[in-house]
């Protein structure tokens, strides 16, 4: 059984930091590709940073870039994402994703096609 569980998250004032983590179980970690998301009260989901496991290929949403870093543990099978100079619109409840069994990415469009979610850490900043 498939299973993903995000922690980490929590509330911090603008400019801080901090690192979600999601454990993975149950499905072949290597060929995967991970991502987190984020919804934002009222909004849609959208992507934040995707990275595939199995090469360490990297991918962030222009919100993301340069401030967020997507990595993960092999050994561990687990899915990180340190996030710092958080500003008020980073506020949202943030996803941890999976697709399987997948070349890349890219496969099935950079942002779609995640056949696995977890539930969900909240991350609050306050200005």
């Known amino acids: 059984q498939v299973r993903l569980v995000e922690s980490g998250g929590g509330s911090v004032q603008a400019g801080g930091s901090l690192r979600l983590s999601c454990t993975a179980s149950?499905?072949?970690?290597?060929?995967?590709?991970m991502g987190w998301f984020r919804q934002a009260l009222g909004k849609e989901r959208e992507g934040v940073a995707s990275?595939?496991?199995?090469?360490?290929?990297?991918y962030y949403t222009d919100s993301a870039k340069g401030r967020f870093t997507i990595s993960h543990d092999n050994a561990k099978t687990a899915l990180y994402l340190q996030m710092n100079s958080l500003k008020p619109e980073d506020t949202a409840l943030y996803y941890c994703?999976?697709?399987?069994?997948?070349?890349?990415?890219?496969?099935?469009?950079?942002?779609?096609?995640?056949?696995?979610w977890g539930q969900g850490t909240q991350v609050t900043v306050s200005s």
């Open positions: 994703a999976a697709k399987i069994w997948v070349t890349g990415c890219g496969n099935g469009g950079l942002w779609s096609s995640y056949n696995y």
């Open positions: 149950g499905y072949p970690y290597s060929t995967t590709c």
């Open positions: 990275i595939y496991t199995g090469g360490g290929w990297t």
